[in-house]
């Protein structure tokens, strides 16, 4: 729903607070790569948008508490600074803002406040704060009401996917959840579960339920491979796209019809 230009500009007002003159058409899932650094992890935006002014605003959403998010939002800060540079001659007063957006289902740091909000500060004076131009802010989807605007509070509303009936847009807005929910083919594009499949097997490593394939030889054990279907479905994969991964992984191993016995089972 980001990816419309007219809904995101007024989510980002909601969550910031404050008017934006206009912005620029949102680009989802943009990808920023450092092609000098070819083994550096990359990041894939959910949605990053420019406004008029050429200030920066990255939208992600975060389904799973994996106790990173600060690392994360630091990450991917970085990476918005290697989408935003400095052309020659020009002084870093020059540099516009950004803005570091994490739409979450869980709460970071259990407060139970509905919105977070991340500066730089002095540390023996809070007063005194860093203009480094980067707002970090968390929107907290199991936060407890406490004085928020109705908007606000209607973005966790659909956070959560409960009704909301406020004005024109935010029925246009599950209208439209509605309509791409219920389309097959439309899920299957927006899963796009390779590009962040490194993460999950990372999961799975620490878990040890890492498979280590070698050749000619596996110490996967069946127990393992059910895991990981468990772990694909949790990410929102189809049954075709776990089987393809079962496929690559372990279509040497085991048939098709194996495979697919595995799937019934976990």
């Given at each position: 729903m980001m990816s419309d230009k007219r809904i995101c500009k007024y989510i980002l007002e909601i969550i910031l607070s404050f008017k934006i003159k206009e912005i620029y058409y949102p680009e989802?899932?943009?990808?920023?790569?450092?092609?000098?650094?070819?083994?550096?992890?990359?990041v894939r935006f959910d949605i990053l948008v420019e406004d008029y002014d050429h200030n920066l605003y990255d939208v992600e959403a975060q389904t799973t508490d994996k106790k990173d998010i600060g690392w994360r939002m630091w990450y991917?800060?970085?990476?918005?600074?290697?989408?935003?540079?400095?052309?020659?001659?020009?002084?870093?007063?020059?540099?516009k803002k950004?803005?570091?957006?994490?739409?979450?289902n869980f709460d970071p740091e259990g407060e139970?406040?509905?919105?977070?909000t991340y500066h730089t500060y002095e540390d023996h004076n809070k007063a005194k704060q860093l203009q480094d131009g980067l707002e970090k802010i968390i929107i907290?989807?199991?936060?407890?009401?406490n004085g928020e605007s109705a908007d606000e509070l209607g973005l966790v509303d659909l956070i959560n996917n409960r009704p909301v009936h406020l004005n024109k847009i935010f029925d246009e807005i599950q209208t439209r959840i509605k309509d791409m929910n219920e389309d097959p083919e439309w899920r299957d594009k927006m899963i796009d579960y390779e590009t962040r499949m490194p993460e999950k097997e990372q999961e799975a490593e620490e878990k040890g339920m890492q498979k280590g394939i070698q050749k000619g030889f596996t110490n996967a054990t069946i127990s393992d491979i059910k895991k990981l279907i468990t772990?694909?479905?949790d990410f929102g994969g189809s049954n075709e796209q776990i089987l393809n991964r079962l496929k690559q992984d372990y279509g040497d191993q085991f048939?098709?019809?194996?495979?697919?016995?595995?799937?019934d089972q976990a």
């Open positions: 989802k899932q943009k990808e920023v790569k450092d092609p000098k650094h070819r083994k550096r992890k990359d991917y800060a970085a990476k918005m600074d290697q989408r935003y540079t400095l052309d020659k001659g020009k002084t870093y007063r020059n540099m950004a803005y570091l957006i994490f739409l979450c139970g406040r509905i919105k977070y907290n989807g199991k936060g407890i009401p772990a694909l479905r048939s098709i019809d194996k495979l697919k016995d595995f799937m």
